[in-house]
């Protein structure tokens, strides 16, 4: 019999630090700032720092803490342990093969294969899953080489304890969510290489049973989803041939195969018949098992433990701990005694803030009803001590968890029946527009644009002195009408540069906003913000998401007096931006204890009073962003209508009352747009603007194909590299939308937003944007003569 896993732990925890040490010191190697041997200090002191905090909190068993930190993305880690990089990055392979893990020369190699250099693009960027968070996307092709060339991992594991958990992301999962390499022949899937790469995670778990480890974790959540084009008994057959492989070496750590995110019993059942010694589930995102399973898994896991993911590792509300503890000790008799029952989280908690207590600006009450990362382990070790000491040990717990929930139900903000008697009276009409051909029209006629017109996302960058007077502001050191003041000086000094750029529509360039959900969330009832409530998007890139804890209002119009604004500065279009939704609702912590349809039809309600205000202001082009519309697809296809049938619908809602004249616009970026062709063109918007760029346009097959009949804008700039792409690199990404796509459907403009770029480069890349626009739309009139 194996070692039982630790009755309490979690699956993964936040890595950026309390006070986003590591974003910083990223950012100061990267400026050149600070020197790689500072930069791997502050990490190992987040990696220490966290390590002793989480053993405060009670994870004191070997193997009870998970090893997850990362300077960048957990799935970079293995494409530089493995040396698994594109032939662009060879000079950095041949570093990473002679320089120690976290060598000053191996972290610039990791970040520049992150982020690109020169005419080098780096690796894709796409959602981790469902979630928020972002990963670098592996480049595989038949020659790419797998050989083990040492991990950052194995350091800490050495340095940390026997408590610690190295974590992996699990060979399947990895192979799954990598893209054929550039030059791969037709058919050819990443996935076919399992046998190639098996033997570097080898190689690698052996050196982390070197270096002490007694338990790693092998993270598995593409198993719980069905949206693969691999036959699910190909990947079952996968999973169990990797795991026998993996678990051949007789010396070896003891395994934890954890299934996030979802649930996958035919992956559990699969895993029973390998040696692994631990099988996480997620019962949050997923489901309870049932008796039924439990009844297979008792006798088909004797031995071995089963790690329930009963504690949300997505969302910050206080858990149901009564409700939990009744279904674990459920899964504990079904299972008796020959199957050990773990606590966990059910996913990482890096998509969470650190510590709840330090929000001492919120309410009490609401304050009371949530759980950050660390009162999520506090949870987790709660319920482990009862189902180790019995019901009567955690009374005091319960008790006190019952009435924060009850609390919660009571408070009159919850459930306002002035809200939700707007929402009941809404009517299929209301998420009707014109017929498109009929606005077409009548918006060519209002705002009469050339070909290929080119426009941006949305904001401009977002300087210190910005930032400085938005602070100020806020903390009353700055009057609210010098503030007013200094934002319609940055809007004029924004409207002035898009002109002598040449762009055709114009934006406001967003100063007043700090985020693009958070700024709504502090003008609509329902919301409340954070200060210190920062999760990790990607790379030294942070996000605090608001929390959506009510129903929903909106007291005042929000944006009209800026976008009012910036349109009386110019005779060009001037485009007003609304974030949509879905995005609000994904980017916030929403609240679960009512239907997502009910909160996304609030939200609709409130933006389409807020285009109404912008076309009364005499904004006639106004962007609905739904960037997150693709990130909340549900993993499991049985669920894609309802999904759809919602979130189309209150984006509709939202845009449903405008004007012909008036140009809807929407904004999607990192979103697999071929994965939800059909939903987008459900949407209705008249122009779609998508990222593009760094796939090279490899939406356009899925847009062609569909039929998509109204405008798109595939970006032709990666902003979340810093490099300024040429006129001829722009011209290509162009020539390659107007040939897939006829050209009258075509705009010309980035990715995504320029609030993270400065302004030496966003000025260069937009004039080698609109010199290639006007190159395309020469060619064009030239062809069609």
Known sequence: MSTPFPTASILGYPRIGGDRELKFALEKFWSHKASGEELAATAQGLRETRTRRLSSLGLTKPGSIPEDFSYYDQVLDLVCAFGATPERFAPEREVLAQSEPESPEALAAQFTIARGEGDRAALGLTKWFDSNYHYLVPEIGPDTVFEYLGAPRVAAAKTLGEAVRPVLVGPITFLLLSRAAEGAPEGFRPFDRLDDVLPAY??????????????????????????????????????????????????????????????????????????????????????????????????????????????????????????????????????????????????????????????????????????????????????????????????????????????????????????????????????????????????????????????????????????????????????????????????????????????????????????????????????????????????????????LWGDVSRPEPVTVEWSGYAASLTDHAVKGMLTGPVTIMAWSFVREDIPWSEVGDQLGLVLRDEIRDLENAGVGVIQVDEPAIRELLPLRSTEEDEYLRWSVGSFRLATGGAKSETSIHTHLCYSDFATVVDAIDRLDADVTSVEASRSKMAVLPAIAAHGFDRQIGPGVWDIHSPRVPSVEEISGLISRATDALDPRQVWVNPDCGLKTRGWEETTATLRNLVEAAHEARQASSTSSK
């Open 202 to 547: 080898l190689a690698l778990v052996d050196e982390l049973k070197a270096a002490g480890a007694q338990w790693v974790e092998f993270d598995e959540p593409a198993l719980v989803s069905d949206r693969w084009s691999i036959p699910r008994e190909e990947i079952l057959a996968a999973l169990r041939h990797a795991y026998t492989t993996l678990s051949k070496e007789a010396e070896r750590p003891q395994y934890l195969v954890a299934l996030s995110y979802g649930h996958a019993a035919d992956a559990v059942d699969v895993l029973a018949e390998t040696p692994v010694e631990a099988i996480h589930i997620d019962t949050v995102r997923g489901r309870w098992p049932e008796d039924e399973e439990l009844s297979r898994w008792s006798e088909s896991l004797r031995g071995r433990s089963l790690v329930i993911g009963a504690i949300s590792g997505r969302n910050i509300w206080r858990a149901d701990l009564g409700e939990a503890f009744e279904q674990l000790t459920r899964v504990q008799r079904r299972l008796g005694e020959g199957v050990h029952v773990s606590v966990s989280t059910s996913t990482s908690l890096q998509h969470v803030p650190h510590d709840v207590e330090r929000e001492t600006q919120l309410d009490p009450e609401i304050r009371s009803w949530l759980a950050f990362a660390d009162q999520k382990v506090t949870e987790s070790v709660t319920l482990a001590r009862g189902l180790s000491e019995g019901k009567e040990a955690i009374a005091r717990e319960l008790s006190d968890n019952a009435a924060v929930l009850e609390s919660r139900r009571r408070h009159p903000g919850v459930h306002r029946e002035d809200i939700r008697e707007k929402t009941a009276a809404v009517t299929d009409e209301d998420r009707h527009r014109a017929p498109y051909p009929e606005r077409l029209a009548a918006q060519e006629k209002a705002l009469g644009l050339p070909p290929l017109p080119t426009t941006t996302i949305g904001s401009f960058p977002q300087t210190s002195e910005i930032r400085q007077a938005r602070a100020a502001h806020r903390r009353g050191e700055l009057s609210t009408e010098d503030y007013v003041a200094a934002m319609k000086s940055e809007i004029e000094h924004v409207i002035r540069a898009q002109e002598e750029i040449g762009l055709d529509v114009l934006v406001h360039g967003e100063a007043e906003r700090n985020d693009m959900v958070q700024y709504f969330a502090e003008h609509f009832e329902g919301f409340v913000t954070t200060v210190h409530g920062w999760v990790q998007s990607y790379g030294s890139r942070c996000t605090r998401p608001s929390i």
